[in-house]
């Protein structure tokens, strides 16, 4: 059963640029050295993300690089109860759920002591300057700009272990799902917002996501990479979490560690917190997939998916594992006037279930039976989130039964969760936390909390129209055939009108043709073992993709072909494409 085959760490050779990268402490330095020679006032500036182990830049560079002045931009920042009632309305009371920020960060610091920083650094003489910390860009712009950036998923990582709290905040004890809501709704918006620009113009990049092996690159070669990255297909660096539900399949399909009890989450194409590996010669750096998103949104998304979303990757592709494992809580999703009113979100979570795998008697709950009342179907709800009785679910909710290659399309304000013993490749809209659990079949989570339920949050979206009737007629393998030519065939399976993703499934044998359109695509290979993506007329290299896999066609592609390759030559294979509606 098992895929070797899954690339867990996908990279991208950047061409041209080998010279431009280094590895270890030593050469780091050296490299810098170089750079910052000369008896007159030089101000590195070396700015970062929050998540970075200050002290390690320090311990690497600090010493060697022998500095008349040092100064730690974070002695400047707000203090934490200042910054607690600064945030209050951003963070609210609940475990889960906050506001979206829209701070700037200068206003975490003190102005005044700012100002102080500022002036020591034109006061000082001759020699090395260097100013470090999030937001030292602040004090001043650097004669030589470094950028240490941080995927988010090692920050949540490092949050988990107890290593690091969020910043600004003595709280590493903190409820993991508090920590985590503090970031996504606050600091990771703001420091998006700041690095920005300063990407744009760095000198270079200092990547300590593993440590002991700090990597720099010139942002030259960075933006290059990038840029690379925007004219040919890549698939961004997945990564796998357990949870309460979690099953084994991803365990044995993708080769992961035999040690983790179960895998409920694979994450194979979330841009805000997937990594991106570029390759430079022997070197190969870890950025955020993010920072794409953020430097060349134009080439990627495409003029009209820019034009709509912004810089933000609007299509998310993960799967959800439940074989041998344990229904998904019961849900639903917000619908968009209330993300916007509630949270600042500007686009709502739709979302759809592609089913690569079922075992015998799997099904998908979705949609309210015909014959339950509204108000009876929530008061079954409240009582069982009182503890008084488990909710009646085969009385409320439709159960669907699943089969492979069945898709399960979910519009917001829909309830719904995936049954035991089903793999979903969910795809959907990118705001991922927005989902408010109606019942949870009273668990507990790994950390040994109730896990958060949001029924004053779901009642007020659920689209009671979908019963069972509507769902089965609107919901459920809406397959419709669209073209077909020799080894080949197209059909559209969603998803529904209200929302904004189209998907399309390829079934072929023989090669066929795409188009980007001027949007991005996102692909999974849904069936086969091994595809190969070409360029029609060369302008990217062949790119091999393998089942289960999910990659990007960024929307400058234009053309490409996707054939079937290796042990699959001959066969028939199957891709499932999601791209933005214009």
């Known amino acids: ?26 050469n780091i330095v050296d490299t810098l050295a170089s750079r910052l020679t000369g008896g007159q006032k030089t101000v590195l500036v070396i700015d970062c993300y929050p998540g970075v182990r200050l002290e390690e830049v320090a311990d690497g560079l600090f010493v060697s690089l022998e500095p008349t002045l040092i100064l730690n931009v974070e002695t400047a920042r707000r203090d934490e109860q200042d910054l607690h009632h600064f945030l209050a309305r951003n963070l609210t009371d609940d475990r889960v759920f906050g506001v979206l920020s829209c701070h700037q960060l200068s206003e975490f610091f003190v ?38 950036d941080m995927p988010r998923w090692e920050i949540q990582q490092r949050m988990r272990s107890g290593e690091t709290g969020n910043w600004g905040a003595d709280n590493q004890h903190e409820d993991m799902l508090r920590r985590y809501k503090r970031a996504f709704f606050v600091e990771w918006r703001v420091f998006d917002r700041h690095k920005t620009p ?9 990547d300590t996501t593993t440590a002991g092996k700090p990597v720099l690159i010139s942002g030259e070669a960075l933006r290059a990479g990038l840029q690379q990255a925007t004219r040919q297909p890549f698939r961004v660096v997945p990564f796998f979490d357990p949870g309460v539900w979690g099953g084994q ?38 950025i955020p997939s993010q920072d794409l998103v953020l430097l060349y949104p134009r080439p990627l998304l495409g003029e009209k998916v820019h034009a709509r979303f912004g810089a933000e990757f609007p299509i998310r592709f993960d799967f959800l594992d439940t074989i041998g494992g344990q229904n998904l809580s019961f849900q639903v999703h917000p619908l968009t006037e209330y993300i916007q009113q509630q949270f600042g979100m500007h686009y709502t979570q739709d979302e759809s279930y592609y089913i690569l795998h079922a075992e015998p008697g799997a099904k998908v709950y979705l949609g309210r039976k015909t014959a339950s009342a509204p108000q009876a179907l929530l008061d079954d709800l409240r009582a069982a989130q009182r503890g008084e ?27 719904h969760c995936s049954g035991k013993d089903t793999m979903v490749l969910e795809i959907s809209a990118t705001p991922y ?5 109606l019942w949870d079949w009273g668990r507990f989570g790994l950390d040994g909390l109730p896990r958060p339920v949001h029924l004053a949050h779901g009642e007020q979206v659920i689209d009671w129209e979908r019963d069972t009737q509507w769902v089965m007629t609107h919901l459920v393998n809406r397959i419709e055939p669209i073209a077909e030519g020799n080894g080949w065939r197209e059909e559209r399976t969603g998803l529904h009108e209200r929302e904004f993703i189209e998907t399309r499934r390829h079934w072929f044998s023989k090669p066929v043709i795409h188009h980007t359109h001027g949007g991005v695509n996102v692909l999974n290979l849904v069936e086969g073992e091994e595809a190969i993506v070409e360029s029609p007329n060369g302008a990217f290299a062949p790119f091999v993709v393998h089942y289960a896999e999910t990659f990007i066609v960024p929307a400058d592609v234009g053309e490409y072909r996707i054939s079937p390759y290796g042990t699959s030559a001959g066969q028939s294979l199957a891709t499932i494409k999601a791209s933005v509606r214009t």
């Open 111 to 148: 102005e005044e002591k700012l100002n102080a920083l500022r002036q020591q650094v034109g006061a000082s003489g001759e020699g090395l300057v260097i100013i470090y910390g999030p937001g030292a860009a602040l004090v001043h712009p650097g004669d030589v700009l470094i950028y240490a």
């Open 389 to 415: 009785k488990h909710f009646d679910d085969t009385h409320f909710v439709n159960q669907i039964p699943a089969q492979k290659h069945d898709h399960f399309l979910i519009p917001a304000g829909t309830m």
């Open 198 to 206: 300063l990407l744009k113009r760095m000198d270079y990049l200092l």
């Open 1 to 26: 059963m098992t895929n070797a085959a899954y690339d867990k760490f996908p990279e991208i050779t950047v061409l041209h640029y080998d010279n431009h990268a280094w590895q270890g402490w030593s």
């Open 249 to 286: 399949w991803m365990k044995e399909k993708f080769d992961l560690p035999r040690t983790a009890t179960n895998y409920a989450w694979g994450f194979d194409c979330v841009p805000e917190e997937n990594s991106l590996l570029l390759r430079y010669g022997d070197v190969q750096v870890e």
């Open 433 to 437: 936390i927005f989902t408010f659990k």
